[in-house]
Protein backbone atom coordinates (compact mmCIF):
# COMPACT_ATOMS: atom_id res chain seq x y z
CA UNK A 1 0.00 0.00 0.00
CA UNK A 2 3.10 2.42 1.01
CA UNK A 3 4.86 1.44 -2.17
CA UNK A 4 1.53 2.61 -4.62
CA UNK A 5 0.58 5.46 -2.31
CA UNK A 6 4.63 6.38 -2.31
CA UNK A 7 4.69 6.22 -6.33
CA UNK A 8 1.55 7.85 -7.41
CA UNK A 9 2.26 10.85 -4.99
CA UNK A 10 5.55 10.87 -7.00
CA UNK A 11 3.79 11.00 -10.20
CA UNK A 12 1.68 13.52 -8.81
CA UNK A 13 4.47 15.60 -7.57
CA UNK A 14 6.06 15.38 -11.06
CA UNK A 15 3.19 16.38 -12.91
CA UNK A 16 2.49 19.65 -10.71
CA UNK A 17 5.82 20.32 -11.11
CA UNK A 18 5.48 20.56 -15.22
CA UNK A 19 2.43 21.94 -14.83
CA UNK A 20 4.26 24.87 -12.86
CA UNK A 21 7.14 25.45 -14.83
CA UNK A 22 4.46 25.59 -17.64
CA UNK A 23 2.53 28.14 -15.77
CA UNK A 24 5.85 30.05 -15.03
CA UNK A 25 7.19 30.54 -18.79
CA UNK A 26 3.33 31.73 -19.92
CA UNK A 27 3.59 34.14 -17.57
CA UNK A 28 6.94 35.20 -18.31
CA UNK A 29 6.21 35.89 -21.97
CA UNK A 30 3.36 37.37 -20.91
CA UNK A 31 5.15 39.92 -18.84
CA UNK A 32 7.54 40.31 -22.06
CA UNK A 33 4.49 41.67 -24.38
CA UNK A 34 3.06 43.14 -21.84
CA UNK A 35 6.65 45.30 -21.28
CA UNK A 36 6.84 45.51 -24.89
CA UNK A 37 3.88 47.15 -25.39
CA UNK A 38 3.74 49.45 -22.53
CA UNK A 39 4.47 53.44 -23.47
CA UNK A 40 7.73 54.89 -23.48
CA UNK A 41 8.10 55.94 -19.46
CA UNK A 42 9.72 59.15 -18.91
CA UNK A 43 13.25 59.13 -18.02
CA UNK A 44 15.61 61.46 -15.91
CA UNK A 45 18.81 59.11 -17.01
CA UNK A 46 22.03 60.91 -17.83
CA UNK A 47 23.16 61.34 -21.34
CA UNK A 48 22.76 63.55 -24.35
CA UNK A 49 19.67 65.04 -25.55
CA UNK A 50 18.34 65.77 -29.09
CA UNK A 51 16.81 68.93 -27.87
CA UNK A 52 16.16 71.65 -25.22
CA UNK A 53 12.50 73.64 -24.56
CA UNK A 54 12.98 76.05 -22.56
CA UNK A 55 10.14 77.91 -21.45
CA UNK A 56 9.61 81.09 -18.05
CA UNK A 57 6.21 80.53 -16.41
CA UNK A 58 6.36 84.33 -15.99
CA UNK A 59 6.42 85.27 -19.22
CA UNK A 60 2.48 85.17 -20.48
CA UNK A 61 0.40 86.56 -23.49
CA UNK A 62 -2.50 85.79 -24.98
CA UNK A 63 -5.35 84.29 -22.55
CA UNK A 64 -7.48 81.46 -23.84
CA UNK A 65 -10.82 82.41 -25.21
CA UNK A 66 -13.75 80.70 -22.92
CA UNK A 67 -14.99 79.99 -26.64
CA UNK A 68 -12.20 79.45 -28.29
CA UNK A 69 -12.45 75.24 -29.38
CA UNK A 70 -14.70 74.81 -31.86
CA UNK A 71 -16.39 72.70 -34.91
CA UNK A 72 -17.47 74.03 -38.14
CA UNK A 73 -20.55 72.40 -39.85
CA UNK A 74 -22.14 73.14 -43.01
CA UNK A 75 -25.63 74.03 -43.04
CA UNK A 76 -27.17 71.39 -44.85
CA UNK A 77 -25.53 69.12 -41.87
CA UNK A 78 -28.22 71.08 -39.48
CA UNK A 79 -30.89 68.26 -39.72
CA UNK A 80 -28.49 65.70 -39.21
CA UNK A 81 -26.88 66.66 -36.49
CA UNK A 82 -30.33 66.87 -35.06
CA UNK A 83 -31.22 63.58 -35.79
CA UNK A 84 -28.25 62.60 -34.08
CA UNK A 85 -28.35 64.08 -31.61
CA UNK A 86 -31.58 61.55 -30.88
CA UNK A 87 -30.14 58.71 -31.99
CA UNK A 88 -26.94 58.69 -30.40
CA UNK A 89 -26.45 60.91 -26.93
CA UNK A 90 -22.97 59.78 -27.62
CA UNK A 91 -22.50 62.79 -29.44
CA UNK A 92 -23.07 65.28 -26.85
CA UNK A 93 -20.79 64.54 -24.91
CA UNK A 94 -18.37 64.80 -27.13
CA UNK A 95 -19.42 68.39 -27.21
CA UNK A 96 -19.27 68.52 -23.29
CA UNK A 97 -16.15 67.15 -23.09
CA UNK A 98 -14.29 69.89 -24.71
CA UNK A 99 -15.65 71.82 -22.21
CA UNK A 100 -17.67 75.71 -23.78
CA UNK A 101 -17.07 75.97 -27.62
CA UNK A 102 -18.91 77.12 -30.96
CA UNK A 103 -20.54 75.68 -33.42
CA UNK A 104 -20.08 77.89 -36.80
CA UNK A 105 -23.27 76.97 -38.99
CA UNK A 106 -22.29 78.02 -42.85
CA UNK A 107 -20.43 76.61 -45.59
CA UNK A 108 -20.95 76.22 -49.34
CA UNK A 109 -24.46 74.96 -48.38
CA UNK A 110 -25.34 78.12 -47.31
CA UNK A 111 -25.21 79.89 -50.47
CA UNK A 112 -28.36 77.07 -51.44
CA UNK A 113 -29.86 77.92 -48.18
CA UNK A 114 -33.23 79.88 -47.75
CA UNK A 115 -35.42 80.67 -45.25
CA UNK A 116 -39.18 79.20 -44.77
CA UNK A 117 -40.18 79.87 -41.21
CA UNK A 118 -43.53 78.06 -41.31
CA UNK A 119 -42.04 75.67 -44.39
CA UNK A 120 -41.24 71.88 -44.24
CA UNK A 121 -37.37 71.79 -43.35
CA UNK A 122 -35.31 70.31 -45.51
CA UNK A 123 -31.47 69.70 -45.25
CA UNK A 124 -29.22 68.71 -48.43
CA UNK A 125 -25.94 69.16 -50.41
CA UNK A 126 -27.60 71.07 -53.18
CA UNK A 127 -30.89 73.16 -51.29
CA UNK A 128 -32.00 73.58 -47.60
CA UNK A 129 -35.16 74.65 -46.40
CA UNK A 130 -34.47 76.25 -42.98
CA UNK A 131 -37.62 76.62 -40.41
CA UNK A 132 -38.09 77.98 -37.32
CA UNK A 133 -38.69 74.21 -36.68
CA UNK A 134 -35.34 73.07 -37.43
CA UNK A 135 -33.48 76.46 -36.01
CA UNK A 136 -35.11 75.74 -32.47
CA UNK A 137 -33.93 72.08 -32.41
CA UNK A 138 -30.89 72.97 -33.23
CA UNK A 139 -30.38 75.96 -30.83
CA UNK A 140 -31.85 73.21 -28.31
CA UNK A 141 -28.97 70.82 -28.89
CA UNK A 142 -26.54 74.14 -28.31
CA UNK A 143 -28.22 74.62 -25.14
CA UNK A 144 -27.78 71.01 -23.27
CA UNK A 145 -24.29 71.01 -24.70
CA UNK A 146 -23.53 74.26 -23.01
CA UNK A 147 -22.09 76.11 -27.12
CA UNK A 148 -22.65 79.38 -28.54
CA UNK A 149 -23.50 79.56 -32.30
CA UNK A 150 -22.18 81.66 -35.04
CA UNK A 151 -25.15 81.43 -37.50
CA UNK A 152 -24.62 81.99 -41.17
CA UNK A 153 -27.32 84.33 -43.30
CA UNK A 154 -27.30 83.68 -47.15
CA UNK A 155 -25.88 86.50 -49.10
CA UNK A 156 -24.83 85.04 -52.42
CA UNK A 157 -28.48 84.76 -53.14
CA UNK A 158 -29.46 88.51 -52.28
CA UNK A 159 -32.12 89.14 -49.95
CA UNK A 160 -32.05 91.43 -47.26
CA UNK A 161 -35.60 91.30 -46.16
CA UNK A 162 -35.99 87.24 -45.54
CA UNK A 163 -32.65 86.57 -44.18
CA UNK A 164 -32.96 89.76 -41.64
CA UNK A 165 -35.95 87.95 -40.82
CA UNK A 166 -34.27 84.67 -40.38
CA UNK A 167 -31.44 86.61 -38.13
CA UNK A 168 -34.42 88.39 -35.99
CA UNK A 169 -36.52 85.21 -35.28
CA UNK A 170 -33.13 83.66 -33.97
CA UNK A 171 -32.16 86.59 -31.77
CA UNK A 172 -35.49 86.54 -30.33
CA UNK A 173 -35.58 83.16 -29.40
CA UNK A 174 -32.25 82.16 -28.62
CA UNK A 175 -30.24 85.73 -27.99
CA UNK A 176 -28.16 84.24 -25.60
CA UNK A 177 -26.68 81.29 -27.10
CA UNK A 178 -26.08 83.42 -30.48
CA UNK A 179 -22.17 84.76 -30.39
CA UNK A 180 -22.56 85.79 -33.72
CA UNK A 181 -24.22 86.41 -37.08
CA UNK A 182 -22.34 86.10 -40.44
CA UNK A 183 -22.94 87.32 -43.43
CA UNK A 184 -22.46 84.85 -46.20
CA UNK A 185 -19.68 82.22 -46.60
CA UNK A 186 -16.11 83.20 -48.78
CA UNK A 187 -17.63 85.99 -50.28
CA UNK A 188 -14.61 86.86 -52.24
CA UNK A 189 -14.74 83.69 -54.10
CA UNK A 190 -18.83 84.88 -55.84
CA UNK A 191 -17.45 86.76 -58.71
CA UNK A 192 -18.22 89.81 -57.44
CA UNK A 193 -16.07 93.07 -56.41
CA UNK A 194 -15.26 93.81 -53.56
CA UNK A 195 -17.75 97.23 -53.47
CA UNK A 196 -20.40 95.25 -53.99
CA UNK A 197 -20.16 92.89 -51.35
CA UNK A 198 -19.93 95.82 -49.04
CA UNK A 199 -22.98 97.25 -49.85
CA UNK A 200 -24.67 94.38 -49.70
CA UNK A 201 -23.49 93.12 -46.42
CA UNK A 202 -24.34 97.06 -45.13
CA UNK A 203 -27.30 96.11 -46.55
CA UNK A 204 -27.92 93.36 -44.11
CA UNK A 205 -26.43 94.84 -41.59
CA UNK A 206 -28.88 98.16 -41.54
CA UNK A 207 -31.87 95.63 -41.25
CA UNK A 208 -30.33 93.73 -38.27
CA UNK A 209 -29.26 96.46 -36.09
CA UNK A 210 -32.62 98.38 -36.39
CA UNK A 211 -35.06 95.59 -35.33
CA UNK A 212 -31.85 94.10 -32.85
CA UNK A 213 -29.37 96.68 -31.24
CA UNK A 214 -25.87 95.72 -30.63
CA UNK A 215 -26.06 92.27 -32.03
CA UNK A 216 -22.71 90.81 -32.17
CA UNK A 217 -21.29 90.39 -36.05
CA UNK A 218 -18.61 88.39 -37.37
CA UNK A 219 -16.64 89.00 -40.74
CA UNK A 220 -16.18 88.84 -43.52
CA UNK A 221 -15.49 84.95 -43.11
CA UNK A 222 -13.36 85.16 -46.90
CA UNK A 223 -11.44 82.50 -48.33
CA UNK A 224 -8.22 84.79 -48.19
CA UNK A 225 -7.04 87.34 -46.45
CA UNK A 226 -7.40 90.07 -49.07
CA UNK A 227 -10.19 91.73 -48.13
CA UNK A 228 -9.53 91.73 -44.32
CA UNK A 229 -8.16 95.05 -44.21
CA UNK A 230 -10.60 97.00 -46.73
CA UNK A 231 -13.33 95.08 -44.86
CA UNK A 232 -12.05 96.75 -41.21
CA UNK A 233 -11.32 99.69 -42.61
CA UNK A 234 -15.07 100.14 -44.11
CA UNK A 235 -16.70 98.24 -41.23
CA UNK A 236 -14.24 97.64 -38.22
CA UNK A 237 -16.76 99.54 -36.15
CA UNK A 238 -19.67 97.43 -37.26
CA UNK A 239 -17.70 93.84 -36.40
CA UNK A 240 -16.95 92.77 -33.12
CA UNK A 241 -15.37 89.62 -34.54
CA UNK A 242 -12.95 89.53 -37.59
CA UNK A 243 -13.39 86.35 -39.41
CA UNK A 244 -11.56 83.74 -41.75
CA UNK A 245 -11.00 80.50 -43.08
CA UNK A 246 -7.83 78.59 -43.70
CA UNK A 247 -6.93 75.01 -45.33
CA UNK A 248 -3.40 74.12 -45.76
CA UNK A 249 -4.01 73.39 -49.69
CA UNK A 250 -7.01 71.49 -51.44
CA UNK A 251 -7.30 67.37 -51.54
CA UNK A 252 -6.76 67.46 -55.40
CA UNK A 253 -3.15 68.18 -54.76
CA UNK A 254 -3.06 64.99 -53.22
CA UNK A 255 -1.10 65.05 -49.99
CA UNK A 256 0.46 63.20 -48.40
CA UNK A 257 1.11 61.99 -44.51
CA UNK A 258 4.89 63.39 -44.72
CA UNK A 259 3.41 66.63 -46.10
CA UNK A 260 1.01 67.17 -43.41
CA UNK A 261 3.17 66.85 -40.70
CA UNK A 262 5.88 69.31 -42.36
CA UNK A 263 7.41 72.24 -41.45
CA UNK A 264 6.09 74.20 -44.40
CA UNK A 265 2.29 73.19 -43.15
CA UNK A 266 3.32 74.89 -40.11
CA UNK A 267 4.76 77.71 -41.50
CA UNK A 268 2.32 78.63 -44.04
CA UNK A 269 -0.06 78.16 -41.10
CA UNK A 270 1.75 80.89 -39.45
CA UNK A 271 1.88 82.61 -42.62
CA UNK A 272 -1.67 82.58 -42.87
CA UNK A 273 -2.82 83.86 -39.31
CA UNK A 274 -0.56 86.83 -39.29
CA UNK A 275 -2.36 87.88 -42.46
CA UNK A 276 -5.32 88.29 -40.74
CA UNK A 277 -4.21 88.86 -36.80
CA UNK A 278 -2.46 92.10 -37.89
CA UNK A 279 -4.90 94.17 -39.58
CA UNK A 280 -7.19 92.85 -37.03
CA UNK A 281 -5.09 93.30 -33.63
CA UNK A 282 -4.70 97.03 -35.84
CA UNK A 283 -8.24 97.54 -35.45
CA UNK A 284 -8.56 95.99 -31.89
CA UNK A 285 -11.01 93.32 -32.59
CA UNK A 286 -10.49 89.75 -31.88
CA UNK A 287 -10.04 87.36 -34.91
CA UNK A 288 -11.54 84.03 -35.57
CA UNK A 289 -10.69 80.98 -38.14
CA UNK A 290 -14.18 79.87 -38.35
CA UNK A 291 -13.66 77.01 -40.69
CA UNK A 292 -10.84 75.58 -41.41
CA UNK A 293 -9.38 71.66 -41.68
CA UNK A 294 -6.08 70.62 -43.12
CA UNK A 295 -7.30 69.89 -46.83
CA UNK A 296 -10.00 71.76 -48.37
CA UNK A 297 -12.71 69.84 -50.20
CA UNK A 298 -13.14 67.29 -47.70
CA UNK A 299 -9.78 66.37 -46.64
CA UNK A 300 -7.69 63.42 -47.95
CA UNK A 301 -8.02 60.02 -47.75
CA UNK A 302 -5.50 57.85 -46.36
CA UNK A 303 -4.07 61.09 -44.28
CA UNK A 304 -6.91 63.45 -42.71
CA UNK A 305 -8.59 60.06 -41.70
CA UNK A 306 -5.26 58.96 -39.79
CA UNK A 307 -3.58 59.45 -36.41
CA UNK A 308 -1.72 61.78 -37.91
CA UNK A 309 -4.50 64.17 -38.33
CA UNK A 310 -4.15 63.95 -34.24
CA UNK A 311 -0.68 65.20 -34.63
CA UNK A 312 -1.22 67.78 -36.73
CA UNK A 313 -4.25 69.20 -34.80
CA UNK A 314 -2.51 69.64 -31.77
CA UNK A 315 0.08 71.94 -33.43
CA UNK A 316 -2.13 73.47 -35.32
CA UNK A 317 -4.92 74.32 -32.52
CA UNK A 318 -1.86 75.84 -30.02
CA UNK A 319 0.06 77.76 -32.84
CA UNK A 320 -3.40 79.34 -34.05
CA UNK A 321 -3.30 80.53 -30.04
CA UNK A 322 -0.17 81.65 -30.29
CA UNK A 323 -0.95 83.49 -33.16
CA UNK A 324 -3.85 85.49 -31.36
CA UNK A 325 -5.99 83.74 -32.51
CA UNK A 326 -9.88 84.43 -30.55
CA UNK A 327 -11.35 80.80 -31.90
CA UNK A 328 -10.80 77.97 -34.52
CA UNK A 329 -13.91 75.94 -35.92
CA UNK A 330 -12.31 72.43 -37.25
CA UNK A 331 -14.81 72.03 -40.27
CA UNK A 332 -16.89 68.54 -41.04
CA UNK A 333 -19.57 68.01 -37.81
CA UNK A 334 -21.45 66.22 -38.12
CA UNK A 335 -20.28 64.25 -40.97
CA UNK A 336 -22.95 63.26 -43.71
CA UNK A 337 -22.63 62.80 -47.12
CA UNK A 338 -26.10 63.90 -48.15
CA UNK A 339 -25.54 67.94 -46.50
CA UNK A 340 -21.59 67.41 -46.99
CA UNK A 341 -20.26 69.98 -50.13
CA UNK A 342 -19.40 68.15 -51.97
CA UNK A 343 -22.17 65.29 -50.97
CA UNK A 344 -19.52 62.84 -50.19
CA UNK A 345 -18.43 61.97 -46.79
CA UNK A 346 -15.68 64.07 -45.66
CA UNK A 347 -12.50 62.48 -44.78
CA UNK A 348 -11.71 65.81 -42.08
CA UNK A 349 -14.22 65.52 -39.82
CA UNK A 350 -13.57 65.64 -35.93
CA UNK A 351 -16.58 63.29 -35.23
CA UNK A 352 -17.71 60.11 -37.65
CA UNK A 353 -21.53 60.22 -39.11
CA UNK A 354 -22.46 57.54 -36.19
CA UNK A 355 -21.41 60.19 -33.86
CA UNK A 356 -18.05 58.68 -32.90
CA UNK A 357 -14.55 60.09 -32.19
CA UNK A 358 -11.87 60.56 -35.50
CA UNK A 359 -8.25 60.68 -33.91
CA UNK A 360 -8.93 64.63 -35.14
CA UNK A 361 -11.11 64.61 -31.96
CA UNK A 362 -8.21 63.54 -29.65
CA UNK A 363 -6.33 67.05 -30.89
CA UNK A 364 -9.44 69.18 -29.66
CA UNK A 365 -9.03 67.06 -26.65
CA UNK A 366 -5.89 67.21 -25.71
CA UNK A 367 -6.12 71.28 -26.27
CA UNK A 368 -8.95 71.33 -23.39
CA UNK A 369 -7.02 69.57 -20.69
CA UNK A 370 -3.90 71.30 -21.44
CA UNK A 371 -5.29 74.93 -22.69
CA UNK A 372 -8.59 75.40 -20.99
CA UNK A 373 -8.71 78.90 -18.39
CA UNK A 374 -4.82 79.12 -19.65
CA UNK A 375 -2.18 81.88 -20.79
CA UNK A 376 0.09 81.12 -23.55
CA UNK A 377 4.18 80.44 -22.27
CA UNK A 378 6.05 81.08 -25.55
CA UNK A 379 9.05 78.47 -25.71
CA UNK A 380 12.21 78.12 -26.97
CA UNK A 381 13.39 74.89 -28.98
CA UNK A 382 16.99 73.94 -29.07
CA UNK A 383 18.32 71.31 -31.45
CA UNK A 384 21.70 69.90 -29.92
CA UNK A 385 24.06 69.76 -32.87
CA UNK A 386 23.19 68.49 -35.52
CA UNK A 387 19.67 67.10 -34.74
CA UNK A 388 16.87 68.05 -36.96
CA UNK A 389 14.19 66.18 -35.68
CA UNK A 390 10.51 67.36 -36.71
CA UNK A 391 9.13 68.29 -33.07
CA UNK A 392 6.57 71.27 -32.07
CA UNK A 393 6.81 72.58 -28.32
CA UNK A 394 3.79 75.16 -26.55
CA UNK A 395 3.05 75.76 -22.87
CA UNK A 396 0.42 77.26 -21.21
CA UNK A 397 -0.09 78.29 -17.85
CA UNK A 398 -3.16 77.52 -16.31
CA UNK A 399 -5.42 79.60 -13.67
CA UNK A 400 -4.63 76.82 -11.34
CA UNK A 401 -0.64 78.17 -11.33
CA UNK A 402 0.07 74.59 -13.33
CA UNK A 403 2.53 74.72 -16.15
CA UNK A 404 1.83 72.34 -18.99
CA UNK A 405 4.26 71.75 -21.52
CA UNK A 406 3.06 69.87 -25.04
CA UNK A 407 5.62 68.14 -27.10
CA UNK A 408 4.89 66.93 -30.43
CA UNK A 409 7.00 64.69 -32.29
CA UNK A 410 6.04 64.67 -36.02
CA UNK A 411 8.94 62.16 -37.39
CA UNK A 412 7.94 59.17 -38.28
CA UNK A 413 11.24 57.19 -37.46
CA UNK A 414 13.29 58.70 -34.84
CA UNK A 415 12.62 58.65 -31.39
CA UNK A 416 13.29 62.35 -29.37
CA UNK A 417 15.28 62.97 -26.16
CA UNK A 418 13.95 66.24 -25.17
CA UNK A 419 15.30 68.16 -22.07
CA UNK A 420 13.02 70.70 -20.32
CA UNK A 421 13.97 73.84 -18.54
CA UNK A 422 11.42 75.53 -16.62
CA UNK A 423 13.00 78.10 -15.48
CA UNK A 424 12.10 77.78 -12.07
CA UNK A 425 11.69 74.54 -9.81
CA UNK A 426 8.32 72.38 -8.88
CA UNK A 427 7.00 70.23 -6.60
CA UNK A 428 6.17 67.82 -8.74
CA UNK A 429 5.45 66.85 -12.81
CA UNK A 430 3.60 63.87 -14.55
CA UNK A 431 3.14 63.33 -18.36
CA UNK A 432 0.11 61.97 -20.20
CA UNK A 433 0.49 60.28 -23.57
CA UNK A 434 -1.40 60.87 -27.26
CA UNK A 435 -0.75 57.58 -28.72
CA UNK A 436 -1.80 54.72 -31.67
CA UNK A 437 -0.62 51.62 -32.67
CA UNK A 438 1.05 53.44 -36.20
CA UNK A 439 0.43 56.85 -37.66
CA UNK A 440 -1.72 55.32 -40.12
CA UNK A 441 -4.29 54.15 -37.36
CA UNK A 442 -7.81 55.58 -37.74
CA UNK A 443 -9.41 53.46 -34.47
CA UNK A 444 -7.35 52.72 -31.39
CA UNK A 445 -5.88 56.06 -30.44
CA UNK A 446 -5.52 57.49 -26.91
CA UNK A 447 -5.28 59.85 -24.62
CA UNK A 448 -4.19 59.37 -21.07
CA UNK A 449 -4.18 55.73 -21.87
CA UNK A 450 -7.94 55.70 -22.44
CA UNK A 451 -9.90 55.75 -25.76
CA UNK A 452 -13.29 57.76 -26.01
CA UNK A 453 -15.64 55.11 -24.85
CA UNK A 454 -18.44 54.35 -27.55
CA UNK A 455 -20.85 56.24 -25.48
CA UNK A 456 -18.72 59.61 -25.89
CA UNK A 457 -16.95 59.23 -22.34
CA UNK A 458 -13.49 59.64 -21.57
CA UNK A 459 -11.60 58.50 -18.23
CA UNK A 460 -8.08 59.33 -18.62
CA UNK A 461 -5.71 57.12 -16.33
CA UNK A 462 -3.72 59.24 -13.99
CA UNK A 463 -0.45 60.94 -15.38
CA UNK A 464 2.82 58.94 -15.16
CA UNK A 465 4.62 60.64 -12.61
CA UNK A 466 8.52 62.53 -14.11
CA UNK A 467 11.37 62.93 -11.97
CA UNK A 468 12.22 66.95 -12.07
CA UNK A 469 15.75 68.28 -10.45
CA UNK A 470 15.12 71.69 -9.75
CA UNK A 471 13.94 73.68 -13.20
CA UNK A 472 15.03 70.65 -14.99
CA UNK A 473 13.75 67.23 -16.44
CA UNK A 474 14.34 64.49 -19.47
CA UNK A 475 11.50 62.40 -21.11
CA UNK A 476 11.79 60.60 -24.20
CA UNK A 477 9.05 61.29 -26.80
CA UNK A 478 8.83 58.18 -29.30
CA UNK A 479 7.97 58.70 -32.85
CA UNK A 480 5.06 60.26 -34.10
CA UNK A 481 3.22 60.78 -30.25
CA UNK A 482 2.83 63.56 -28.45
CA UNK A 483 2.65 64.21 -24.46
CA UNK A 484 1.38 67.20 -21.85
CA UNK A 485 3.86 67.28 -19.13
CA UNK A 486 2.28 68.78 -16.05
CA UNK A 487 4.42 70.57 -13.50
CA UNK A 488 2.42 71.07 -10.45
CA UNK A 489 4.07 74.10 -7.94
CA UNK A 490 5.67 73.39 -4.31
Known amino acids: FARVFGSSVGRKRGALGILFACALLA ?94 GHCSSFATTMTQATVDAFFAFAQRAGW ?24 QRWRDKVLSLEYGNEPDLYHIPYAKFLAEWRSYNDLIQTTNPQTTISGPATAGS ?89 DFLFTALEQGAAGVNLQGVPNDAGGNWPPHLNYYSPINSDGSATPLYY ?53 ARVRLDTSR ?15 TATTSVTLGGSPVASDGGWSPARGQPLAVVGPLSTIALPAGSAAVITYAPH
Open 148 to 171: KVTWGLTLKHYDPTLYAAEGAYIL
Open 27 to 120: ALIWALHSLSNMPTQPTTHGGAVDLTVSVNPANTTYAVSPHFLGFGMETGDVCKLIDLAHQNPALLRLFTNLGPGTLRVGGNTLDTTTWAPDGA
Open 363 to 415: AMLLFHEAAATGRVSPVTLTPSGSSRLNVSAHASVGADSRLRIILINKDLTHS
Open 226 to 314: GWITPFLSDEGAHAALVSSHFYITCATTHPTIADLLSAASISREVSSFDAVAQPAQRAHLPYVINETNNYCSGGMPGVSTTFASALWGT
Open 425 to 439: SYGAASVIWLRAPAI
